[in-house]
């Protein structure tokens, strides 16, 4: 009988759950930033190999939500986490005070589904850091999700713990989600990396058209802030920094899509969206 489930990755902000899911599927799907608080929504991946099916949810981090968009976030988070066959709690292996799921997620008793303790980030941690960890949980899978050390030995770990079922999805499926969310996820990451601190959780990014009928593809992207000197910070100089992003998301979306993309990208004033929820669901983000 094979074997398929959602494997919900969860964890605190900045503890690699995006690496993970993108070294799992081998292919970049989730948005990753040094910045935390960069994944907003579940994001999907599908791995099918053999008789197992893994559809694996990467999830916003676990925090103490301080305004509506944070709270739209901590939503998805629990609901993945309801929604698990099986649950992969990330921490850092630098971090070996790290909080339980239960703690970290303030979850009134444990989830239903096992969760498997995955300590990330063992490449760029020191050995008294690493023997801390592997003392305090020592049941633990230790992983890299940047150099995919022994991702394979979780893979193994999560595989005997799926349930008995049919495949949820067609085998050569990769995701759930459209080529139209990816594209925004991608122009935000973008955006992201050539931003400075004062911009980054303010910008939001929608995909208004995907032309597939098009040679090349055409893609009209808004990106959203909340204040006018936020419009001007992304536009930039004689538009200088509006196109740097531009220019660096499109080669992003045409390696995703495999075709040439010719994307048009516009920059728009939405006041306070991350805290109004009648813009959040403008925005996608939905609890």
């Not at 939405?270 to 609890?287: Q, T």
Request: aromatic fraction near 6%.
């Amino acid at each position: 009988m094979p074997r398929a489930g959602i494997v919900t990755v969860a964890g605190k902000p900045n503890v690699g759950k995006s690496t993970l899911l993108n070294r799992i599927v081998g292919q970049k799907l989730s948005i990753t930033s040094e910045k935390p608080q960069s994944t907003r929504d579940r994001i999907v991946g599908i791995l099918t190999q053999g008789d197992a099916q893994m559809v694996v949810f990467d999830t916003p981090g676990l925090l103490d939500p301080a305004y509506e968009l944070q709270e739209t976030m901590r939503h998805a988070s629990l609901r993945a986490l309801e929604d698990a066959d099986v649950i992969l709690y990330l921490t850092d292996a630098g971090d070996s005070d790290a909080p339980s799921l239960v703690e970290a997620a303030a979850l009134d008793a444990p989830p239903a589904a096992p969760v498997i303790h995955v300590v990330n980030k063992t490449d760029s941690a020191s050995r008294p850091q690493l023997r801390a960890a592997m003392e305090r949980w020592p049941e633990a899978v230790f992983v890299s999700a940047l150099t995919g050390d022994g991702v394979k030995e979780l893979l193994d770990t999560v595989r005997a713990r799926l349930p008995e079922s049919e495949f949820l999805y067609p085998a050569d499926d990769m995701s759930t989600q459209s080529l139209r969310f990816f594209a925004a996820e991608l122009v935000r990451e973008t955006a992201l990396e050539q931003l400075g601190d004062e911009v980054p959780y303010s910008v939001a990014c929608v995909v208004e058209e995907f032309r597939e009928d098009r040679s090349p593809i055409y893609v009209r992207a808004l990106i959203y802030v909340e204040r006018e000197s936020q419009k001007k910070i992304l536009i930039g100089s004689k538009g200088a920094r509006i196109r740097s992003i531009g220019e660096a998301a499109r080669k992003k979306i045409e390696t995703l899509v495999g075709s040439r993309i010719y994307l048009d990208l516009w920059v728009k004033v939405l006041p306070n969206w991350r805290r109004d929820a009648a813009a959040l669901e403008r925005l996608g983000y939905k609890r």
